[in-house]
């Protein structure tokens, strides 16, 4: 697709491992220190649309780029999410997985981790 900033592989990370149906790009707009994102080469709008060896290649770069972060920031923890559709926050129509890597005291309460994407559901 053209107007997709997902569907030009020229900027994957060089540095990272690829693969023939995904690739990983660092995130413009970084939670934090690291957050990268792990995309099918194809332009499919979500995770569910994917076939299974789509699905396979995003867990498999995912876990990669997990230990390349491991050994080069050593972060604390991470957090992964994939927003499907608009009302769950999907603004790129073209599905990417989110390596969000966390580290201690980047937010005053990590508790609840993902459940933030609702803030009053966080706590519980």
Known sequence: MPD???????????AMPDHPLAHIRE???PVSRGHLLIIPNRHVANWFELSNEEQQAVMELGNQ???????????????????????????????????IPRYK??????????????PEKQSY
């Open 27 to 29: 995130d413009l707009y």
């Open 105 to 118: 005291g980047d937010t005053l309460e990590p508790r609840g981790g993902v459940r933030g994407v609702i």
């Open 4 to 14: 997709c900033p997902f569907c030009t592989p020229s900027s994957s990370l060089p």
């Open 65 to 99: 780029a997990k230990t390349r972060l491991d050994n080069t920031l050593q972060p604390d923890g991470y957090n992964i999410g994939i927003n499907c559709g608009q009302a769950a926050g999907q603004t790129v129509m073209h599905v990417h997985c989110h390596l």
